[in-house]
């Protein structure tokens, strides 16, 4: 039930291989996926190039999310590869990097609409353009989040706010998208060490903090977060839907640090 064999997925979001969304691509691959990708700009293609046919992918396409017309163009493109499409991983998001330390109250205006427009409304935009490869036969839409969402994270500022959106847009498209049998979910992972991560302010502390006081003491890994996406992918998800997975080592279940780090 955890085989990808014969689905064909678009993973949006792989800046290097240690992307989140790279775990993700790697495992679909080993599961027997197709894959397509996604990247902005040519630093970013030059850097994903080498992955992608790692992988045996050949489709890569420039997309900026936040203009309409490039996303149409990306999914023409592959609507005229593919007849139909099995899933979509949604691994984008983005704020002002000088906004991602000291307090939430000093978020910019233009900042909040940014990040709230890259990093939430893109989902839906994504979403709109897979349902019509996804419609005859159903599929699946992933994206990804974090604890800040939920709860006050130091310097995740603007950006738990737009986590938080994320995951209501999961909810809501769930709902919307699951009579044609459309499965939409978010990957919930606990810190790591992506480029992404590394722009937040005192990202190293919050990683030690929970590699230390987790249930399970360690942080994700890649392979966490890639087995946890196959199995919402493949038909043993078919029944998961409007959910956001925790892949954190335990960390969200606790009230306190460990009693040896209070």
Not at 95 to 111: H, I, V
Request: hydrophobic share 40%; proline share 3%.
């Amino acid at each position: 039930m955890m085989s990808l064999e014969g689905k064909r997925g678009l993973i949006m979001g792989v800046a290097n291989e240690r992307s989140i969304a790279w775990g993700i691509a790697k495992a679909c691959a080993e599961a027997g996926a197709e894959l397509a990708f996604t990247y902005q700009g040519e630093a970013f293609g030059k850097r994903l190039e080498p992955l992608a046919q790692s992988v045996g992918s050949d489709f890569m396409v420039d997309v900026d999310v936040t203009d309409d017309a490039s996303l149409d163009a990306a999914f023409d493109a592959l609507a005229q590869r593919w007849d139909s499409l099995d899933f979509v991983v949604h691994a984008i998001a983005f704020s002002d990097k000088s906004e991602l330390t000291g307090r939430f109250l000093n978020t910019s205006r233009a900042n909040f609409k940014n990040s709230m427009d890259i990093s939430a409304y893109s989902f839906v935009e994504v979403a709109r353009r897979a349902h019509p490869m996804m419609v005859e036969k159903g599929g699946t839409l992933l994206t990804l989040s974090y604890m800040g969402s939920t709860r006050v994270t130091p310097n995740y500022n603007v950006m738990g706010v737009a986590k938080a959106a994320l995951e209501a847009c999961v909810k809501y498209l769930a709902n919307d998208l699951g009579p044609e049998g459309i499965r939409v979910n978010a990957i919930s992972p606990g810190p790591m060490k992506t480029l992404a991560g590394a722009a937040i302010g005192g990202a190293r502390k919050t990683y030690k903090h929970t590699d230390q006081n987790a249930p399970l003491r360690s942080n994700a890994t890649l392979d966490a977060v890639g087995g946890t996406a196959v199995y919402l992918i493949s038909d043993a998800g078919a029944c998961t839907t409007g959910e956001t997975i925790r892949v954190d080592g335990g960390f969200h279940v606790l009230g306190m640090p460990q009693y040896d780090n209070l």
